[in-house]
């Protein structure tokens, strides 16, 4: 927890302004971003012409996931600055977050207007055409992105990804191997690698680099009984689905037939600071036991340092998640709170399993992909590196299953 000042922001009518901003500014240094929107709502209410704290607030709504909120700060900017190519940026980003995808491919071409060497935006107008299935499109733009600036990894894994995703695997993961050798580091390159290894029938690599044997680790909690109306399980169930952030099918979230909050380890986290004190301890012992190979990409470098972000899913019977990575931290993980009796009990189905190795639909076209299932049961944590794809299987029941996902994000 940090030790900067509860005091509410917006009830600060006596600072100024800008130290309003600066005080914002170590928030979302320390993650506190709600309180950091605060800050920014006290501030801009002062000066509400202001763009750079209009810009500001923007970005922290959208790291935060409240594109809504943040498509009005840049939609506002625009209005006052038309020719401010990353108002334009950052509003495309809202409304593709938003599912406005001709509102953002508008935005994206108005970028370009005024930059017309931006990347970003050629990247973006490549990844709309892609998820429209429009892939020769698709390739045009990601093309043009990598001309404009080769050493533009990014640009380098989306071509990749749309070549894989039309069909020309081989193309494909000559682009992302191009982007492996720009960063070898980067999630999402590693990711789409796995699926092209795959694609063109390396199962031996894509193996080698996900390495389910070392990298995917089960640890058990031993007050996992629910029974008990103090145990933690049952403190942590009450606290997620009573959380003031939990939304249906959070917006530009991979959760269908559920609910999903912002993060727990914001401000009040309640039970949830008594589990992730054990979590920080399993992750520190994860790291010390996976083992280190200075030729591969994920185990020739571990944090020293890190944060976590976590949030509660509450997932009702016949609800999944979809096939997805998280890349911008190091280790994800997820601990099970409250776990139906059908999913726990073994049998011949697999309903309501975590999946590791299945990438989206796109890519499932050509290859064979390793896949590993894990039963759920109360208590257990699970722990995988973020470049891997996982998923969950639908259940049928008539209890919801409750569990809590995190992420641990290297400290730069």
């Known amino acids: 927890m940090s030790d900067i000042s509860a005091t509410s922001e917006s009830q600060a009518p006596n600072q100024d302004a800008s130290q309003l901003v600066a005080k914002a500014e170590r928030l979302v240094a320390a ?35 409240r594109f809504t909120e943040a498509q009005r700060d840049f939609e506002r900017l625009v209005d006052l600055s038309d020719a401010d190519a990353e108002g334009w940026l950052e509003l495309g980003h809202c409304y593709r977050a938003l599912d406005r995808t001709a509102d953002a491919e508008q935005a994206f071409l108005r970028t370009l207007e005024l930059a ?4 970003e935006s050629m990247v973006s107008l490549g990844a709309i055409c892609r998820e429209a299935g429009s892939y020769e499109r698709a390739i045009e733009w990601l093309e ?15 071509l990749g990804t749309t070549l894989l ?8 993961r000559a682009s992302l191997e191009e982007a ?6 980067d999630r999402t390159t590693m990711a789409y690698l796995y699926v092209a290894y795959c694609q063109t029938g390396d199962s031996q690599a894509a193996i080698a680099l996900t390495d389910p044997e070392h990298l995917v680790r089960s640890y058990q909690h031993e007050e996992s009984a629910v029974g008990s109306g103090d145990s933690l399980n049952v403190r942590l169930a009450e606290h997620v689905r009573n959380h003031p952030t939990l939304e249906f099918e959070r917006c530009s979230n991979t959760t269908r037939g559920g609910s999903h909050t912002g993060n727990l380890l914001e401000d009040s986290p309640g039970p949830v600071g008594e589990l992730f004190e054990w979590i920080d301890e399993r992750v520190r012992q994860y790291l010390a036991d996976i083992p ?13 340092k890190w944060d976590i ?33 059908e999913i726990v009990a073994e049998n011949d189905n697999q309903q309501g399993c975590l999946a590791l190795g299945t990438p989206p639909a796109p890519f499932c076209n050509n290859g064979t992909f390793p896949t590993q299932y894990i039963r759920p049961q109360p208590g257990q944590m699970n722990v995988f590196p973020s470049f891997v794809w996982h998923k969950t299987l639908p259940y049928q029941s008539s209890e919801e299953r409750i569990c809590i996902a995190f992420d641990v994000r290297p400290r730069v």
């Open 144 to 158: 043009k992105a990598v001309s404009t600036n080769p050493s533009e990894v990014r640009a380098h894994c989306m």
């Open 116 to 119: 017309p060497r931006s990347v």
């Open 309 to 341: 972000d976590a949030w509660g899913v509450v997932i009702q019977p016949g609800g999944f998640q979809e096939p997805h990575i998280h890349p911008v931290a190091w280790i994800s993980g997820v601990y099970y709170v409250s776990v139906p009796d």
């Open 31 to 65: 993650r506190q971003f709600a309180r950091a929107v605060d800050c920014m709502n006290a501030a801009v209410k002062s000066r509400p012409n202001n763009l750079e704290w209009l810009r500001f607030r923007g970005n922290i709504l959208q790291t935060s996931a």
């Open 180 to 185: 492996f050798s720009l960063n070898p580091y």
């Open 165 to 172: 995703a039309a069909g020309q695997a081989h193309t494909g």
């Open 292 to 304: 280190k190979s200075a030729s591969h990409p994920y185990l020739a470098w571990s944090p020293k």
